[in-house]
């Protein structure tokens, strides 16, 4: 019997107790793993255990899939039409809707992200991206091609069927409702992995998944380990379809753990190493402004994160001036403290390769402009971080670093600027800050990112589609392009009157 997680909030921003069990969710159903072992699920602000949670393991990926594939073929899929799959979808939004602050709290909790900003992004975010495809649910259809007057030809955009989700530690309940929404308003059937860093609202929207009234079977979520709960999904021969957000290092791994098996449909979320672009007319103050949070929000653990700053020489010294001063007012601290801007880093793990990134610069030669060192004396606290004096061939402006540590580089003019900000196997998202039009779009056009802000950065939509060019992905997410990852096209051929 899987144990049950009890916890009294009794910070200011919010006041309740918990409770609920932390097994892994097969057809409806909590349940300890196979093994019977567990996982400590550690607090990042001081690195004590919060609690801990099933372990799974293959033998339980294979007993999801069965249960899946159950309800697949029997109560889902196309044996649900879409009205009904997108009631059960907008039952599921407002469970969130009323359930918000605990589910940001969890999210606080675990990740160690602030309380303001999980309600009023995360969860905000995930209650409108299971919406926005519960509306989709009943909106899938293929097309009628014209070819002779003797023969109807017509495409069907069926589901999948079973789908396989592995999720990161970073945006644990975004990511969620970004795989679970096009997966189930197109009729598939899910098992998905949560990061066994970060798996407690996960496992809590199993419980809501239930009140909302979805079938049992439809989503599993089986927590563990990527080297054993992982691989089974990526290897395993009746998942058709694997969807993963994470590093690019494991997107690999993925990939060939799909092509050896059964060649399984892969759509991979990925690493950056974005550049943000300010060009000597910009507003100066907004741009600003927008890097601090380009390149800090989330402690840095964001894939888009706009990490190499490239600033016009003509403004460069009163930017760098005003962008030290900005990033020193940025409280680190409780989470749940309504002034935090950063928390801590997610686990040791990271904190510690951040750290590592962060010597690699001092020893490269580059200059600590503010922080570069850890913040207080528990936790994984790391103090906002600037580097300058920066070349091409530092680790620190070539690799992803994922944690509060940004270059700001000098630059001439456009054509400067775009062959640097190029320079990197990643493309998942730039930003450009000027108040020229033609430049800002013209610029955002040369740069090989597969998302553009202008004048803004880490924004995003629902219908805006999200993914990344080069090693930063395959697909993408969100809008309706990410439907077609989880619909398999079929045409039919009839004849009207031909014969042989």
Same mark, same amino acid.
């Given at each position: 019997?899987?144990?049950?997680?009890?916890?009294?909030?009794?910070?200011?921003?919010?006041?309740?107790?918990?409770?609920?069990?932390?097994?892994?969710? &097969? *057809?409806?159903?909590?349940?300890?793993?196979?093994?019977?072992?567990?996982?400590?699920?550690?607090?990042?602000?001081?690195?004590?255990?919060?609690?801990?949670?099933?372990?799974?393991?293959?033998?339980?990926?294979?007993?999801?899939?069965?249960?899946?594939?159950?309800?697949?073929?029997?109560?889902?899929?196309? %044996?649900?039409?879409?009205?009904?799959?997108?009631?059960?979808?907008?039952?599921?939004?407002?469970?969130?809707?009323? %359930?918000?602050?605990?589910?940001?709290?969890?999210?606080?909790?675990?990740?160690?992200? +602030?309380?303001?900003?999980?309600?009023?992004?995360?969860?905000?975010?995930?209650?409108?991206?299971?919406?926005?495809?519960?509306?989709?649910?009943?909106?899938?259809?293929?097309?009628?091609?014209?070819?002779? +007057? %003797?023969?109807?030809?017509?495409?069907?955009?069926?589901?999948?069927?079973?789908?396989?989700?592995?999720?990161?530690?970073? !945006?644990?309940?975004?990511?969620?409702?970004?795989?679970?929404?096009?997966?189930?308003?197109?009729?598939?059937?899910?098992?998905?992995?949560?990061?066994?860093?970060?798996?407690?609202?996960?496992?809590?929207?199993?419980?809501?998944? *239930?009140?909302?009234?979805?079938?049992?079977?439809?989503?599993?979520?089986?927590?563990?380990?990527?080297? +054993?709960?992982?691989?089974?999904?990526?290897?395993?021969?009746?998942?058709?379809?694997?969807?993963?957000?994470?590093?690019?290092?494991?997107?690999?791994?993925?990939?060939?753990?799909?092509?050896?098996?059964?060649?399984?449909?892969?759509?991979?979320?990925?690493?950056?190493?974005?550049?943000?672009?300010?060009?000597?007319?910009?507003?100066?103050?907004?741009?600003?402004?927008?890097?601090?949070?380009?390149?800090?929000?989330?402690?840095?653990?964001?894939?888009?994160?706009?990490?190499?700053?490239?600033?016009?020489?003509?403004?460069?010294?009163? !930017?760098?001036?005003?962008?030290?001063?900005?990033?020193?007012?940025?409280?680190?601290?409780?989470?749940?403290?309504?002034?935090?801007?950063?928390?801590?880093?997610?686990?040791?793990?990271?904190?510690?390769?951040?750290?590592?990134? &962060?010597?690699?610069?001092?020893?490269?030669?580059?200059?600590?402009?503010?922080?570069?060192?850890?913040?207080?004396?528990?936790?994984?606290?790391?103090?906002? +971080?600037?580097?300058?004096?920066? *070349?091409?061939?530092?680790?620190?402006?070539?690799?992803? &670093?994922?944690?509060?540590?940004?270059?700001?580089?000098?630059?001439?003019?456009?054509?400067?600027?775009?062959?640097?900000?190029?320079?990197?196997?990643?493309?998942?998202?730039?930003?450009?800050?000027?108040?020229?039009?033609?430049?800002?779009?013209?610029?955002?056009?040369?740069?090989?990112?597969?998302?553009?802000?202008?004048?803004?950065?880490?924004?995003?939509?629902?219908?805006?589609?999200?993914?990344?060019?080069?090693?930063?992905?395959?697909?993408?997410?969100?809008?309706?392009?990410?439907?077609?990852?989880?619909?398999?096209?079929?045409?039919?051929?009839?004849?009207?009157?031909?014969?042989?």
């Amino acid at each position: 019997m899987p144990s049950t997680f009890t916890h009294e909030f009794n910070a200011h921003a919010f006041k309740a107790k918990v409770s609920f069990s932390t097994g892994i969710f &097969i *057809n409806g159903q909590f349940q300890d793993g196979s093994d019977n072992t567990t996982i400590d699920v550690i607090n990042p602000t001081n690195g004590k255990v919060i609690t801990s949670v099933s372990e799974g393991t293959a033998k339980d990926v294979d007993v999801a899939v069965e249960a899946a594939q159950t309800a697949f073929d029997t109560v889902w899929g196309l %044996n649900a039409p879409g009205t009904q799959r997108s009631i059960l979808m907008a039952k599921l939004a407002a469970l969130m809707q009323e %359930n918000a602050d605990e589910l940001a709290a969890l999210e606080a909790l675990d990740n160690g992200k +602030t309380f303001n900003w999980a309600r009023n992004a995360d969860v905000a975010g995930s209650i409108d991206c299971i919406r926005y495809y519960a509306g989709w649910a009943d909106k899938i259809h293929g097309q009628v091609q014209e070819t002779t +007057t %003797n023969k109807l030809t017509y495409t069907r955009h069926e589901p999948i069927g079973v789908v396989g989700q592995i999720i990161p530690w970073n !945006f644990p309940l975004l990511m969620m409702a970004w795989k679970l929404g096009p997966a189930l308003a197109c009729g598939n059937t899910i098992v998905l992995k949560p990061s066994e860093f970060t798996p407690l609202t996960a496992i809590r929207m199993c419980h809501l998944i *239930n009140e909302a009234g979805f079938p049992p079977g439809v989503v599993n979520v089986i927590n563990g380990y990527g080297n +054993t709960v992982g691989n089974a999904i990526t290897s395993h021969m009746k998942i058709e379809k694997v969807a993963f957000t994470g590093s690019t290092l494991v997107g690999r791994k993925i990939m060939e753990s799909a092509a050896k098996s059964n060649l399984k449909n892969v759509t991979l979320e990925l690493g950056g190493k974005s550049p943000n672009i300010i060009f000597d007319d910009a507003d100066l103050e907004q741009a600003v402004n927008w890097s601090a949070f380009g390149i800090f929000w989330n402690h840095g653990q964001a894939c888009c994160a706009g990490s190499r700053i490239f600033v016009q020489e003509g403004i460069y010294d009163e !930017f760098l001036k005003r962008f030290t001063e900005k990033t020193r007012s940025l409280k680190v601290g409780d989470p749940f403290a309504p002034d935090t801007f950063q928390g801590p880093q997610v686990s040791e793990i990271q904190f510690n390769r951040i750290m590592s990134y &962060i010597e690699s610069g001092k020893e490269a030669g580059a200059k600590v402009e503010i922080g570069g060192e850890r913040h207080g004396t528990e936790g994984f606290f790391i103090k906002p +971080t600037i580097f300058t004096n920066v *070349n091409p061939s530092m680790k620190i402006v070539q690799e992803e &670093i994922f944690g509060p540590v940004g270059v700001v580089i000098k630059f001439k003019d456009e054509d400067d600027v775009i062959k640097q900000a190029n320079d990197t196997v990643y493309g998942l998202a730039a930003a450009v800050f000027t108040q020229n039009l033609n430049r800002a779009i013209n610029t955002a056009h040369r740069l090989k990112a597969g998302t553009a802000w202008i004048n803004c950065v880490n924004s995003l939509h629902s219908n805006v589609p999200f993914g990344g060019f080069k090693q930063s992905g395959i697909g993408r997410e969100l809008g309706e392009y990410a439907l077609h990852n989880y619909t398999a096209v079929k045409a039919v051929h009839v004849n009207l009157g031909h014969r042989m």
